[in-house]
C-alpha cells in the first residue's frame, strides 16, 4: 500500500507519519529532509529542489514497493500534479493508494506548534507562518477520497483513527 500524507507545514503529519510508520512498520519518505540534502550536497536552492525532492521521494517509494511493502509518503502534497504522481506510483505497483490529509483546525495552535518547531533537519529553514498562510491559498481543491485528521485531536487518537481507516486495505492489521 501507498499511505501519501497531505497537509501544510506545521500542522501535524509528520507526527501522525512515523506514528504510523511504527505502528505498521512501513517506512516513512519524508520529502523536506531529501531537498535538504540536496541543498547540503551544494545544489542551490534557485534550482527547483522542491520538485526534484518529490521525484527522488517517488523513487525510493518506488523501490519499497517493488519489494512488497506498504511505505509513507510525507509531503505537503498541495498541488494536483504531486497527487497525480502518487496515483500513478500505485497503479504502476497495483496497490491501493490511500491519502490522509491532516489539518489544525485551531490557527493559533498550528501557529505556535509551526514556530516551536525543531526537527533538526540540517540545512532546512522551518518555514515562517506567512509561507503557510500563503500555500494555504495556493492548496488545490481534493478529487480523492482521503482521511481528513484534526491535529488538535492528540496523537494517539488521530493515529487510531488512521490505522481503523486503513484497515480494510491492510487485513494484517
Same mark, same amino acid.
Given at each position: 500500500?501507498?499511505?501519501?500524507?497531505?497537509?501544510?507545514?506545521?500542522?501535524?503529519?509528520?507526527?501522525?507519519?512515523?506514528?504510523?510508520?511504527?505502528?505498521?512498520?512501513?517506512?516513512?519518505?519524508?520529502?523536506?529532509?531529501?531537498?535538504?540534502?540536496?541543498?547540503?550536497?551544494?545544489?542551490?536552492?534557485?534550482?527547483?529542489?522542491?520538485?526534484?525532492?518529490?521525484?527522488?521521494?517517488?523513487?525510493?517509494?518506488?523501490?519499497?514497493?517493488?519489494?512488497?511493502?506498504?511505505?509513507?509518503?510525507?509531503?505537503?502534497?498541495?498541488?494536483?500534479?504531486?497527487?497525480?504522481?502518487?496515483?500513478?506510483?500505485?497503479?504502476?505497483?497495483?496497490?491501493?493508494?490511500? =491519502?490522509?490529509?491532516?489539518?489544525?483546525?485551531?490557527?493559533?495552535?498550528?501557529?505556535?506548534?509551526?514556530?516551536?518547531?525543531?526537527?533538526?533537519?540540517?540545512? =532546512?529553514?522551518?518555514?515562517?507562518?506567512?509561507?503557510?498562510?500563503?500555500?494555504?491559498?495556493? =492548496?488545490?481543491?481534493?478529487?480523492?477520497?482521503?482521511?481528513?485528521?484534526?491535529?488538535?485531536?492528540?496523537?494517539?487518537?488521530?493515529?487510531?483513527?488512521?490505522?481503523? =481507516?486503513?484497515?480494510?486495505?491492510?487485513?494484517?492489521?
Amino acid at each position: 500500500m501507498l499511505i501519501a500524507m497531505a497537509g501544510l507545514p506545521g500542522a501535524g503529519k509528520s507526527s501522525i507519519a512515523e506514528e504510523l510508520g511504527r505502528k505498521l512498520g512501513a517506512p516513512v519518505v519524508s520529502v523536506d529532509p531529501i531537498e535538504a540534502a540536496m541543498w547540503r550536497a551544494g545544489v542551490a536552492r534557485s534550482q527547483p529542489t522542491g520538485l526534484a525532492a518529490y521525484v527522488v521521494a517517488e523513487a525510493v517509494a518506488d523501490g519499497v514497493l517493488a519489494l512488497g511493502q506498504t511505505v509513507i509518503v510525507d509531503a505537503v502534497n498541495a498541488a494536483e500534479e504531486a497527487r497525480a504522481q502518487w496515483r500513478s506510483l500505485a497503479s504502476r505497483h497495483a496497490v491501493p493508494l490511500v =491519502f490522509i490529509e491532516v489539518a489544525c483546525s485551531d490557527p493559533a495552535t498550528h501557529r505556535r506548534r509551526l514556530a516551536g518547531r525543531t526537527r533538526e533537519i540540517d540545512g =532546512f529553514d522551518e518555514p515562517t507562518w506567512e509561507e503557510v498562510e500563503r500555500r494555504q491559498e495556493e =492548496f488545490a481543491p481534493w478529487a480523492d477520497d482521503r482521511l481528513v485528521l484534526d491535529s488538535v485531536s492528540d496523537l494517539p487518537q488521530n493515529v487510531a483513527t488512521a490505522l481503523a =481507516f486503513l484497515a480494510p486495505a491492510l487485513p494484517d492489521l
